[in-house]
């Protein structure tokens, strides 16, 4: 047995709907971490740490829109319905596009373990220490 630690890189939200200045979701310090979350990305991969990128999604009925978001949901547009495009889209920016090999998991509410997959592919990646961005 080793006691080599295993690690894997969740990137949370970093979508266009919060990083984009025309949403109705910005973050403008969200988007100030970008770059720096690029050179993140980049020594993970180097470093063979897996990497996840956790993002919401809603119908596009917004039948499952939390209430507490639903009206910033209907004046955004339908803000992260799938196939959106524009501001509230749920591309990223480049810098922050899944690359081949990374993991990309849907969440059905705020968390990122809740009703996904998460904790099962960590479990077979005997991933014992995560890193939250």
Not at 13 to 40: C, K, R, W
Not at 64 to 73: K, L, P, Q, S, T
Request: aromatic residues 8%; proline residues 8%.
């Amino acid at each position: 047995m080793t006691n080599q630690k295993k690690a894997a890189l969740l990137v949370i939200d970093m979508e266009s709907g919060f990083l984009h200045p025309d949403s109705p979701l910005y973050i403008q310090q969200a988007t100030d971490t970008v770059p720096t979350l690029a050179n993140v990305l980049d020594k993970a991969r180097e470093c063979k740490i897996p990497v996840f990128f956790v993002n919401r999604i809603y119908r596009k009925n917004g039948s499952d829109v939390e209430a507490c978001r639903y009206e910033n949901w209907l004046a955004g547009g339908r803000c992260l319905a799938p196939n959106s495009t524009g501001p509230c889209s749920i591309v990223p920016p480049v810098q922050l596009e899944p690359k081949a090999g990374d993991y990309t998991i849907i969440k059905p509410r705020f968390s990122a373990f809740f009703q996904t997959e998460l904790d099962l592919i960590l479990r077979r990646l005997c991933v014992d220490t995560i890193l939250l961005t």
